[in-house]
């Protein structure tokens, strides 16, 4: 399996700020992706981000507020741009890993950001 | 459409007791990935299992087992003897020919001592 990091692991920021988080892989690995988890819920998926291209971004995200970088395929980072309260979530990284023919998707521990 | 259903919100046991998640999941699709992943209290998910569509057995992994019927859409998760460190929220999530994962709402597992 691939052995994912993330930076910050937590942060309180304030209203109107950004926050850029990094992901950071063991492997190089072709997809990665970043989902978001409010509080008490499942996951959803901001934007896929495949290295040499533009990422690719979910109904209801858009690039003015979540930028994402994908500069080789070890690394990328996901921007939370002018934040409000309502971005308080985890913020997961994952990537795409084959093993045995098939892609399973590991994930990084995550950042907890809470926007006051 | 693709879906996946976890029906329980929460369940709680006591320690050594067995506990079974349910998993309905709903695609056209003849060639599919179903996955349980968990997430304990530190947010972290960690993956369990991956199945593949054509892959009817069951499969058991030390506590943990999965069963996986076509026939009625489901691919339960079943804890032996659950222990406190088994209390987690744990997730179904389904994946065909495109790259991304369905997600099911999660099932919140409390272990009393």
């Known amino acids: 399996s691939a052995v994912i990091s993330q930076k910050p692991s937590r942060d309180i920021c304030q209203r109107g700020t950004s926050l850029t988080i990094q992901c950071q892989v063991d492997?190089?690995?072709?997809?990665m992706f970043w989902y978001r988890q409010q509080p008490g819920q499942s996951l959803t998926l901001i934007a896929t981000?495949?290295?040499?291209?533009?990422?690719?971004?979910e109904s209801g995200f858009v690039i003015d507020k979540f930028p994402i970088s994908r500069p080789n395929l070890t690394f990328s980072t996901l921007t939370v741009s002018n934040m409000s309260p309502e971005d308080s979530s985890i913020y997961l990284c994952?990537?795409?890993?084959?093993?045995?023919?098939?892609?399973?998707?590991?994930f990084g521990p995550g950042t907890r950001l809470t926007v006051l | 459409a693709q879906k996946v259903t976890q029906a329980q919100t929460e369940i709680s046991v006591v320690e050594k007791e067995d506990v079974t998640l349910d998993c309905v999941y709903e695609?056209?699709?003849?060639?599919?990935?179903l996955f349980w992943y968990k997430q304990p209290p530190s947010g972290e998910l960690v993956f369990l299992i991956r199945?593949?569509?054509?892959d009817e057995q069951n499969e058991i992994s030390g506590r943990y087992s999965w069963n996986f019927q076509k026939s009625t859409s489901s691919f339960n998760f079943t804890i032996t003897a659950s222990q406190v460190v088994d209390s987690a929220v744990y997730f179904c999530?389904?994946?065909?020919?495109?790259?991304?994962?369905?997600w099911g709402a999660g099932t919140k597992l409390i272990i009393k001592p």
């Open positions: 981000a495949n290295q040499g291209s533009e990422a690719t971004y």
């Open positions: 994952s990537v795409d890993y084959r093993s045995l023919g098939t892609d399973t998707q590991y």
């Open positions: 492997s190089q690995v072709t997809m």
């Open positions: 199945r593949n569509s054509f």
């Open positions: 695609t056209r699709d003849t060639t599919y990935y």
């Open positions: 999530a389904l994946r065909w020919s495109n790259y991304q994962l369905i």
